[in-house]
């Protein structure tokens, strides 16, 4: 029987993202079920059922139902010959975690739309609160991630295929540009970025090809 996952999805969630990314460059036929973050399907009974944490994505794979992104790209690297998400030597499966957990880790985590709103509940802001909370932590996230590429081989992330580091940066972008952060001067942020849009994997996995859920 050919291998298929059944991805529990939001088309603009950074981590489900990521997870679609890395789905597409392992070939691995999946079929979205939207969870609407707007509507609260997350904090549904059927959906806390799979994952208590409400978060997304939820994957189910391999008679397995796995969660947190990175923990489950990890596990896609292990789990199908031929993955190089990771690379093979400790010191570069070292050195992909590091810039997979500055994006996922230190920025991501503060740019949340749960914590975000949080802020303005407690400050009365408005939405120029939250673009400006957005774009001072994304630039300044980006910043330290340029001068960790900076001694990394490219084009991508690191080297001259994509990693799990290339599933974390993009969706980042993407964040970004939604917000309107100043990511013009990172130069090599964006060879990378150009390395991996150019990949159909990354193309295939865009919150635009993806499309918004109904309602």
């Given at each position: 029987m050919?291998?298929?996952?059944?991805?529990?999805?939001y088309?603009?969630?950074?981590?489900?993202?990521?997870?679609?990314?890395?789905?597409?460059?392992?070939?691995?036929?999946?079929?979205?079920?939207?969870?609407?973050?707007l509507?609260g399907?997350h904090?549904?009974?059927?959906?806390?059922?799979?994952?208590?944490?409400?978060?997304l994505?939820?994957l189910e794979?391999?008679g397995k139902v796995?969660?947190?992104s990175?923990?489950?790209i990890?596990?896609l690297h292990?789990?199908?010959p031929?993955?190089?998400l990771l690379p093979g030597d400790?010191?570069?499966?070292?050195?992909?975690?590091?810039?997979?957990?500055?994006?996922a880790?230190e920025i991501?985590p503060v740019c949340?739309?749960s914590?975000?709103?949080?802020?303005l509940?407690?400050?009365?802001g408005g939405?120029d609160?939250?673009?400006?909370w957005?774009r001072?932590?994304?630039?300044k996230g980006?910043?330290?991630f340029?001068?960790?590429?900076r001694s990394?081989?490219g084009?991508f992330?690191?080297?001259?295929?994509?990693?799990?580091a290339?599933?974390?940066?993009?969706p980042?972008?993407?964040?970004?540009?939604?917000w309107?952060a100043?990511?013009?001067g990172?130069?090599r942020?964006r060879?990378?970025a150009?390395a991996?849009?150019?990949?159909k994997?990354f193309?295939?996995?865009?919150?635009?090809a993806v499309g918004?859920?109904?309602?």
């Amino acid at each position: 029987m050919a291998r298929t996952a059944l991805l529990s999805d939001y088309w603009r969630s950074s981590a489900s993202y990521r997870v679609r990314i890395a789905l597409n460059l392992l070939d691995i036929p999946t079929t979205l079920r939207p969870v609407n973050l707007l509507t609260g399907d997350h904090r549904s009974d059927l959906y806390l059922a799979q994952n208590p944490q409400g978060l997304l994505p939820t994957l189910e794979i391999d008679g397995k139902v796995l969660t947190q992104s990175l923990a489950i790209i990890e596990y896609l690297h292990a789990a199908t010959p031929g993955s190089s998400l990771l690379p093979g030597d400790i010191d570069g499966q070292y050195r992909v975690r590091q810039l997979s957990y500055a994006i996922a880790m230190e920025i991501h985590p503060v740019c949340n739309l749960s914590v975000a709103q949080h802020v303005l509940d407690l400050t009365g802001g408005g939405n120029d609160t939250r673009a400006e909370w957005m774009r001072h932590f994304i630039q300044k996230g980006l910043a330290a991630f340029e001068d960790l590429l900076r001694s990394t081989d490219g084009p991508f992330c690191f080297g001259a295929q994509p990693t799990m580091a290339d599933c974390c940066l993009i969706p980042q972008l993407y964040n970004a540009d939604r917000w309107g952060a100043d990511v013009s001067g990172f130069a090599r942020i964006r060879e990378a970025a150009r390395a991996a849009e150019g990949l159909k994997a990354f193309q295939d996995a865009h919150p635009d090809a993806v499309g918004a859920p109904p309602g």
